[in-house]
């Protein structure tokens, strides 16, 4: 079901708004079975039933509109809600192995399923998680994974931007940003191993942040004390970035109607990638898996260019 809105005012102002509710039923996926049935231990079905729930909205328009200088500005963002609805054979929750993640009917496909981390006890330098019923144990145990209510798929994203356009010259800024969406940050995993990696480049946070005696009041434990998969590496990549960034100026008309060549000519100067705010440690916030593992960035790029219509 979708239902959409267009406005628009002064003819100068637009604003779109479509609401949705989708249900997607019969999904492809591999469902476990015995090995004595083909020797798989899996099989491909088409089980389970998925909604989908929000809103996008864009809004764009000239905040300034005169003959020769104009001043837009535009902006969207969407949100989403995901719902597992149902599995298969009448299965409520299906653990991903080596993923962190967990299918479970109620909750968003891509939830993570971890221990949590509950910091470092001061007095001795232990490293502390809190049980299922939410008390502190030292002991990291499988039974005591929950559903985080962190997913590695935002809920939120959008973008905005603006254009300052006088005669022929522009200049052009587009932004875009996500918000709440969890990746497990597996180079911080590697790095501020404790010992269990130590052949590789360990973070410097070792050295500095790490419990050395009583009182330390820190994340990470005392040395020999190793790392595991719990929600400590879990990071939020919310992020706001400046993806483009454009100064251009085209050839008027009149200049071009006496070459009697040209129709249109436009030259440019392009910047992509240029800045980003995040908290996240890794090296890009907008990293494709749920699991970060030293992905490239997204390069910086500047482009010099020249249009032209015949």
């Given at each position: 079901?979708?239902?959409?809105?267009?406005?628009?005012?002064?003819?100068?102002?637009?604003?779109?708004?479509?609401?949705?509710?989708?249900?997607?039923?019969?999904?492809?996926?591999?469902?476990?079975?015995?090995?004595?049935?083909?020797?798989?231990?899996?099989?491909?079905?088409?089980?389970?039933?998925?909604?989908?729930?929000?809103?996008?909205?864009?809004?764009?328009?000239?905040?300034?509109?005169?003959?020769?200088?104009?001043?837009?500005?535009?902006?969207?963002?969407?949100?989403?809600?995901?719902?597992?609805?149902?599995?298969?054979?009448?299965?409520?929750?299906?653990?991903?192995?080596?993923?962190?993640?967990?299918?479970?009917?109620?909750?968003?496909?891509?939830?993570?399923?971890?221990?949590?981390?509950?910091?470092?006890?001061?007095?001795?330098?232990?490293?502390?998680?809190?049980?299922?019923?939410?008390?502190?144990?030292?002991?990291?145990?499988?039974?005591?994974?929950?559903?985080?209510?962190?997913?590695?798929?935002?809920?939120?994203?959008?973008?905005?931007?603006?254009?300052?356009?006088?005669?022929?010259?522009?200049?052009?800024?587009?932004?875009?940003?996500?918000?709440?969406?969890?990746?497990?940050?597996?180079?911080?995993?590697?790095?501020?191993?404790?010992?269990?990696?130590?052949?590789?480049?360990?973070?410097?946070?070792?050295?500095?942040?790490?419990?050395?005696?009583?009182?330390?009041?820190?994340?990470?434990?005392?040395?020999?004390?190793?790392?595991?998969?719990?929600?400590?590496?879990?990071?939020?990549?919310?992020?706001?970035?400046?993806?483009?960034?454009?100064?251009?100026?085209?050839?008027?008309?009149?200049?071009?109607?006496?070459?009697?060549?040209?129709s249109a000519a436009r030259v440019y100067l392009?910047?992509?990638?240029?800045?980003?705010?995040?908290?996240?440690?890794?090296?890009?916030?907008?990293?494709?898996?749920?699991?970060?593992?030293?992905?490239?960035?997204?390069?910086?790029?500047?482009?010099?260019?020249?249009?032209?219509?015949?």
């Amino acid at each position: 079901t979708n239902l959409a809105l267009h406005l628009g005012f002064w003819n100068r102002v637009n604003l779109d708004v479509e609401l949705y509710n989708k249900k997607t039923t019969d999904m492809l996926m591999n469902v476990p079975q015995s090995y004595a049935v083909n020797g798989s231990g899996s099989r491909w079905d088409n089980i389970g039933a998925m909604m989908n729930r929000g809103v996008e909205v864009a809004v764009d328009g000239d905040v300034v509109r005169t003959k020769d200088f104009t001043w837009n500005m535009s902006a969207n963002f969407s949100y989403n809600k995901n719902k597992l609805l149902e599995l298969y054979n009448g299965v409520e929750e299906y653990v991903n192995s080596t993923t962190g993640l967990k299918y479970m009917v109620g909750h968003p496909v891509t939830e993570f399923f971890l221990n949590r981390y509950a910091g470092v006890n001061p007095a001795n330098g232990d490293a502390l998680w809190y049980t299922a019923d939410g008390e502190i144990t030292t002991e990291f145990r499988e039974e005591d994974k929950v559903m985080t209510g962190k997913a590695y798929e935002s809920p939120w994203a959008g973008g905005f931007g603006t254009t300052l356009m006088w005669k022929g010259l522009s200049l052009s800024a587009q932004f875009s940003w996500m918000a709440k969406r969890y990746v497990m940050n597996n180079d911080r995993f590697f790095e501020e191993s404790n010992g269990i990696y130590s052949t590789y480049n360990q973070s410097k946070r070792l050295l500095y942040d790490r419990w050395k005696k009583p009182g330390d009041i820190t994340d990470i434990p005392r040395y020999d004390v190793v790392a595991k998969l719990d929600d400590r590496f879990l990071e939020n990549t919310s992020f706001l970035r400046l993806k483009n960034l454009t100064l251009a100026y085209s050839l008027p008309q009149s200049l071009l109607r006496k070459a009697n060549f040209f129709s249109a000519a436009r030259v440019y100067l392009q910047g992509q990638n240029l800045l980003t705010w995040t908290g996240f440690t890794g090296l890009d916030p907008e990293v494709a898996s749920n699991i970060y593992r030293a992905q490239y960035p997204a390069s910086r790029q500047f482009t010099l260019g020249v249009e032209v219509s015949f």
